[in-house]
């Protein structure tokens, strides 16, 4: 795993950020060519609900997943299929989640983004925009009271999310505490069809963390080694004791907001502009002028991904979905408190609740 | 001509727009996008200036609809879905629903919810929170089952003095047909027989309206008359028309989308009990989505909300005892 | 010694902190201040670090909370009135009510909510929420009415596994007092035979069970013997021990200080009439507090609120059903 | 009315400024003799409920209410008491609400500082902190869109509530919108008994004015000049278009929470400081070191005071409280949309429902 791009001297500096480009170029492909699968199965009417894909917002992405460490906290938003990634959820994972699978995370219950491993630190976004935030700062809390390690909390948002009174309420509750929080905002310029000049009337939204007395830096999201840079210093502040760091990302949704909307909303000049590069060009012409991968290389590693994504979504496709009489219906983790309603089949009123299914360990795993 | 619930529900705005001009609609995309569901399609052209993107900030949209509201307007804020205005939770029931009979000054806002369960949509794009708002003083809480009582009822919702809950069921949006949009209307709070009958009577609302005609369809069939009850608005709720339906039938089924704690049918059910006892010949009977969150797969989902098969089967069970 | 409501409320968190190392305490001012109340005077400094003052920020106070709960901590969230968790709303019956379902991982907080009508409090310092949060999978609601239940409810709702909505009657507080704490108690989820008859049964919870006591005081001098069943959790709601109760008695009353749309008492009436319609011989009846926010003035709050008096007429009138 | 302090030459500013504080001094005393009558009568049992002071905070709030004009929107707090009387309330529809008269304002239905007129731009409080600034915006953007003069509209808050979410989305909302929004906050160091350290944490709130982009201004809250300029220009600045406008007040509150609270836990050291300093004093002090006011003329305004506020609360505790049996009990404005509940009397049932008694038109008066 990359953690540090600065700091290290000379040619090595060279190497290790060679290292780190080349690690987040193979997850932001990994997630791109995994997002393409879903779009299709999508097209071909094969997942229930909406797909929501991150083209455009990997590098920021796979920085964020890069840059944490195992026994972290990452609450990643609907874009971050590449940051999922590197802090380790599998493709399977995260096939079973999209496609229902019985087998996956949410069992079926939960579907598409929402997935999640809370006790490794891996938190199963709730639809209502802002609210994970004050969730990571209770986590990392938590580990104050309990005197361990605390790691630090990464949360995603985009910037529509900042409108949220969630946000600003975890954001000072993280700053009073003084909470290892890096709280990752990707300014992709729209929320849903929304342009952010709808959104908020200052000039950057880095400007709100002298209000909170917070760390503030900006970066380019089109650039993977701006991304890796600035994520990965604002995780060495927040790990270093330095208190919450809020970061914020220029770019482009490249993408609908799902898979549902052709986003004919977008200003075309937006698209030209530098903000409209996608980063995973950037990032491949880049390892290309610099030498750092050859055609071949590119091309294999693309293979490799394909080949892992088909694989993983074939699989799951022969898993079974959840099965309603198998279901125990019991929202509660104390069964004997289910509350009884005449309607119900009294099979389901005695409720035996099953075990849920065990759940690998997660762990920032090395580059695929 | 054919019109969709979903269109009713657009055009009942637009003839809003056109005929007050203290409308304004306020949401997240409800303007040149036309809304997440379209239901705003094409009002910001029509009506420049007077159809808003809001900010993801529901409990400020509600708030300055309030504040609108006091200076003469009559706002229609569009959630983006029922399930996101629990966010705005504090100032619909605190603040609008308790503003008049604080203050002697109406609040007349509409706050449309697009609710319920469609496949795929989970936890929190799902919810039906009808009996949420029902539970606080102040609120008038509509729920159309209807593509004419969309339009009527979305059209009253907007000329009313006090704050309106509209709970739009997203299953209709696109399934829904009607010939032509309706002239006339039932008033407010009157509850409608959806379909005459003897045997039974079902009290329904919105999308389970239609799964409670399906059963009296097939029902029907095997010589069973059931008849309908469409609530249109649960708060207040039409006690004299469901009492007059169990006087006819003896007995009585409540269905609802919503959890089965509390809710509709618990309401309906006390008060035939407490009113209607004399009514009853055998014990009133309810059928709610069981008491987990609203589930993803389809699978699951199908077997969380009443369908016309459980129904169905309830029907039977009921008319046995 | 003789010891409070809000005493054993006090006592049980002092347990629950020294007993469990998981437990902390987090609202506004409950730290050095002791809260508003007083229900965590001398906490802080008898339990250094653990008890902790919260910024003004409901919806991060419950959020925080889950994040702790899910690393294995059992926080107590304390609301400085029940009236404001409505703007912490959406974490607590989204997020808390659904955790354990969606991911299988338990959400062990409880929430207290200082709740219920004194005099002079108004429409925001009043509210009775348990109806409210009863709507939702995924909590427990607990209504204790006695102060060995404060004690020992709030003890199990530390305890258990779910997030618990703690709902304490401020008008209790004071007014209530007891010889001692317990050292046994009912389980979670079982009502309590407040007071044994044979002639009536009234239904209640909370503030409500000791105006019940009252009537069936006054009415034992008449020689009618009402049997007061107190819920104690609402949710779960223990229909077995009502319906045995109304078995007993054929007629039942239910009776609640929150306001009449749905709610609790439509929940037991809903439950008696459907699994015990037989039993009843005389249509069952409910009082509620009324349909507006709660009053300011004392004069109208005594009349919006059931009292003994207004409890007394009903049971008059049901008698002669 | 005083409405500006600066921007007058020579010796006419000198006139003025004298003016404004005398003004400014005259609804101080008031508001705090009123207070001091409600404290009395709290002690003796006569109020229903709690008594709220704005002791230490007269001099901010007489500014906000003097700076505003008819037609404005005012939204105050519970410390507002001066700023209310300044903007036309007068004493006996405060002592109608706090002795819950039937006649008042609020009828008896909502009481102590829950009072207001909101057709008259006087908007009464929400408990809930924070839930009035989206209010005041909307009445602000409804006068827009009617195309009627839209005047300033003023919330004020303290600096617990700017930890709500809904301060953030309101302010954030007025800027985006950009009203002509004046957003007074009270740092009075202390939120019922928390320090304002576990509150925010940044240096002082007016730090968060850049990332909302609105302007910002501080100012010391007790002194009286300060005040009305500072005010005073937010309100002009928001009135010529320039968009929202965030002040930050510092005080200390000098007196509890609420009558019941003896505030033990204010640090000693922040009373003797600058801060803990009476603005009513200051104000006197100076209108007697600048021969602004002779003993004479002051002992006059305070016995003038005390009559008035006296004849104000005798007149109204002769006044009907409500009567239950003439309360409609319809919390809707359509009373044909009431529920009919079982169990309530029939006559309540069918409910014919009474106008509100007609209340008169607020505007701002001059000085007592
Ligand atoms: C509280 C709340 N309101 C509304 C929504 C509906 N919604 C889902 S995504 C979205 C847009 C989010 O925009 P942004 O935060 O910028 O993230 P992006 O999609 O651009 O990555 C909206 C409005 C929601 N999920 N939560
Ligand atoms: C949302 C909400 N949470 C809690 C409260 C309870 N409460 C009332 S006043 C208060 C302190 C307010 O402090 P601040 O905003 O600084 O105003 P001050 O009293 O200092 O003038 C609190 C916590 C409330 N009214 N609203
Ligand atoms: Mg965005
Ligand atoms: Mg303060």
């Known amino acids: 795993m990359v953690q540090s791009v600065a700091g290290v001297q000379g040619a090595s500096v060279v190497s290790s950020l060679r290292e780190g480009i080349v690690a987040a170029y193979r997850w932001m492909l990994l997630a791109r060519v995994l997002d393409e699968k879903f779009a299709s199965l999508y097209r071909a009417g094969k997942i229930h609900g909406g797909v929501y894909l991150g083209r455009g917002q990997e590098a920021l992405s796979a920085a964020v997943g890069m840059s944490l460490r195992p026994g972290d906290v990452f609450a990643p938003l609907i874009r971050d299929g590449a940051g999922r990634l590197a802090f380790g959820e599998t493709l399977v994972e995260a096939a079973r989640t999209y496609l229902g699978s019985a087998l996956g995370p949410m069992r079926g219950r939960d579907g598409n983004v929402h997935r999640g491993r809370p006790r490794d630190g891996y938190l199963p976004m709730l639809s209502h925009l802002g609210a994970m935030i004050s969730v990571v700062n209770g986590m990392l809390l938590a580990r104050r009271f309990k005197g361990v390690p605390q790691g630090v909390g990464a949360a995603c948002i985009g910037e529509g999310a900042t409108s949220t009174g969630a946000f600003h309420e975890a954001l000072n509750q993280a700053a009073v505490e003084r909470l290892p929080l890096v709280l990752v905002v990707a300014d992709n310029q729209y929320a849903y069809s929304t342009h952010s000049s709808r959104q908020f009337a200052c000039r950057s939204l880095v400007d709100r963390a002298v209000g909170y007395g917070v760390t503030g830096a900006t970066l380019d999201g089109t650039d993977v080694a701006e991304c890796l840079a600035v994520v990965g210093k604002a995780v060495r502040n927040a790990r270093a004791g330095g208190g919450p760091q809020l970061v914020v990302a220029r770019l482009l949704r490249l993408c609908g907001h799902g898979e549902h909307d052709d986003a004919g909303y977008i200003n075309p000049a937006l698209k030209q502009s530098e903000l409209g590069r996608d980063c995973l060009a950037v990032a491949e012409e880049r390892l290309r002028v610099d030498g750092w991968a050859t055609d071949a290389e590119l091309e294999a590693w693309h293979g490799e991904s394909v080949g892992r994504v088909e694989a993983a979504v074939n699989s799951v496709q022969r898993e079974p979905t959840p099965d309603p009489f198998q279901e125990t219906w019991c929202a509660l983790a104390t069964p004997r408190l289910k509350d009884g309603f005449p309607a119900e089949p009294s099979a389901a009123r005695a409720g035996t609740v099953a075990e849920n299914p065990p759940v690998a360990a997660v762990s920032a795993v090395p580059a695929p | ?321």
Chains 1, 4 share one sequence.
């Open chain 2, 1 to 321: 001509m054919s019109i969709t619930y979903l269109e009713a529900i657009r055009e009942a705005q637009a003839r809003a727009l056109r005929d007050d001009p203290r409308v304004f609609i306020y949401g997240q995309d409800v303007g040149s996008f036309g809304g997440a569901f379209k239901a705003t399609k094409n009002l910001a052209q029509e009506f420049p200036g007077r159809v808003i993107d809001a900010p993801i900030s529901e409990d400020a949209m509600v708030g300055s609809a309030i504040g609108a509201a006091i200076e003469g307007m009559r706002p229609i804020i569009e959630m983006q879905f029922a399930d996101f205005s629990t966010v705005g939770f504090n100032q619909i029931v605190n603040h609008a629903g308790a503003f008049h009979w604080r203050t002697g000054v109406p609040c007349p806002i509409t706050i449309r919810l697009p609710s319920g369960g469609t496949t795929g949509s989970g936890p929190f794009h799902s919810q039906c929170l009808e009996g949420l708002y029902a539970l606080y003083p102040g609120l008038v809480v509509m729920t159309p089952a209807t593509v004419e009582d969309a339009y009527s009822m979305l059209l009253e919702a907007v000329a009313i003095d006090d704050p309106v809950i509209f709970c739009e069921h997203k299953y209709l949006y696109y399934h829904l047909k009607a010939e032509a949009l309706p002239t006339e209307a039932l008033p407010v709070g009157k509850a409608r027989i959806a379909r005459a009958g003897r045997d039974v009577t079902i009290v329904a609302y919105s999308a389970m309206v239609h799964e409670a005609i399906a059963v009296a369809e097939e029902l029907a069939g095997e010589g069973t008359e059931v008849e309908v009850v469409d609530l249109r608005t649960v708060k207040p709720l039409d006690t004299d028309t469901v009492i007059a339906s169990v006087a006819r039938t003896g007995r009585l089924l409540c269905v609802s989308e919503a959890w089965p704690w509390g809710g509709v049918t618990a309401e309906v059910i006390a008060r035939v009990a407490t009113e209607g006892f004399g009514l009853l010949d055998a014990p009133p009977q309810r059928l709610n989505a069981k008491d987990t969150p609203v589930p993803f797969h389809p699978n699951l989902w199908t077997s969380h909300r009443p369908t016309a098969r459980s129904i169905c089967e309830a029907v039977r069970r009921l008319l046995q005892l």
